[in-house]
C-alpha cells in the first residue's frame, strides 16, 4: 500500500505502487478535477501540487509519491476562493474548463513563490497545452493573481460550486484512510 497526505487527509492506495499518480487519484480517491490529456506529460492536464511543486501526475507513480502532500484542485480551495481561481474567472481565461485544473495549479505554485512574475517567468511556469488558445488571458490572470495574493487588488468572488467535495468522494473504492492506532 502507498500512503500520502491527499487535500490534507492521509490515505493509502491499495494499488500496484508503479500507478501512476493521476489513476489513483481519479479512479481510487474519485477526484476527477485532476484530467488525463495527453498521459506523456506533454499537455498539463493533470497538473497537482506534490510537497508545493506543480508536477504532470501522469508521470509520478503512487510509489513515487509515498508520504508525500499532494494537493489536487478540489484541495486548493473548496470555495473556489484561491487568487489563481478568481484571476482566471475575471480575466475570462476559461474557455472550455478542461485544461483549467492543470493551469490552476500550475500557477498556485508559481504565486506561492514569485507574487510579483515576468511575463516570461509565468509562460516558463504554466506549461500547459489549452486548446482553445487563450494563452494572454492566462498570463493577464497570473500576474493578476500576483496582485491579489500580495493584496494589492481585490476580486469579487466566483460563483460557489454545486456540489461539495464529500459528497462527491463518497465511493473510493480502492482508498483506504489509515485508522488511528490507541496510544500506547
Given at each position: 500500500?502507498?500512503?500520502?497526505?491527499?487535500?490534507?487527509?492521509?490515505?493509502?492506495?491499495?494499488?500496484?505502487?508503479?500507478t501512476?499518480?493521476?489513476?489513483?487519484?481519479?479512479?481510487?480517491?474519485?477526484?476527477?478535477g485532476?484530467?488525463?490529456?495527453?498521459?506523456?506529460?506533454?499537455?498539463?492536464?493533470?497538473?497537482?501540487?506534490?510537497?508545493?511543486e506543480?508536477?504532470?501526475?501522469?508521470?509520478?507513480?503512487?510509489?513515487?509519491?509515498?508520504?508525500r502532500?499532494?494537493?489536487?484542485?478540489?484541495?486548493?480551495?473548496?470555495?473556489?476562493?484561491?487568487?489563481?481561481?478568481q484571476?482566471?474567472v475575471?480575466?475570462?481565461?476559461?474557455?472550455?474548463?478542461?485544461c483549467?485544473?492543470?493551469?490552476?495549479?500550475?500557477?498556485?505554485?508559481?504565486?506561492?513563490?514569485n507574487?510579483?512574475?515576468s511575463?516570461?517567468?509565468?509562460?516558463?511556469?504554466?506549461?500547459?497545452?489549452?486548446?482553445?488558445?487563450?494563452?494572454?488571458?492566462?498570463?493577464q490572470?497570473?500576474?493578476?493573481?500576483?496582485?491579489?495574493a500580495?493584496?494589492?487588488?481585490?476580486?469579487?468572488?466566483?460563483?460557489?460550486?454545486g456540489?461539495d467535495?464529500?459528497?462527491?468522494?463518497?465511493?473510493?473504492?480502492?482508498?483506504?484512510?489509515?485508522?488511528?492506532?490507541?496510544?500506547?
Amino acid at each position: 500500500m502507498s500512503s500520502m497526505t491527499v487535500n490534507g487527509s492521509p490515505v493509502r492506495f491499495d494499488l500496484d505502487p508503479d500507478t501512476p499518480l493521476l489513476w489513483a487519484l481519479r479512479d481510487a480517491a474519485n477526484l476527477t478535477g485532476t484530467k488525463y490529456g495527453c498521459g506523456v506529460g506533454d499537455c498539463g492536464a493533470c497538473m497537482v501540487l506534490i510537497d508545493g511543486e506543480a508536477l504532470r501526475s501522469c508521470l509520478v507513480t503512487i510509489g513515487e509519491a509515498e508520504g508525500r502532500l499532494i494537493t489536487t484542485i478540489e484541495g486548493l480551495a473548496r470555495d473556489r476562493s484561491h487568487p489563481v481561481q478568481q484571476a482566471l474567472v475575471a480575466e475570462q481565461a476559461i474557455q472550455c474548463g478542461f485544461c483549467t485544473p492543470g493551469i490552476v495549479m500550475a500557477g498556485a505554485a508559481l504565486i506561492a513563490k514569485n507574487r510579483s512574475p515576468s511575463k516570461a517567468e509565468i509562460i516558463a511556469a504554466i506549461p500547459n497545452l489549452c486548446r482553445c488558445g487563450v494563452y494572454p488571458r492566462i498570463v493577464q490572470a497570473i500576474e493578476r493573481a500576483g496582485r491579489v495574493a500580495a493584496r494589492r487588488e481585490t476580486i469579487s468572488a466566483a460563483p460557489a460550486p454545486g456540489i461539495d467535495a464529500s459528497d462527491a468522494a463518497r465511493a473510493v473504492p480502492a482508498m483506504r484512510v489509515p485508522s488511528k492506532k490507541p496510544a500506547q
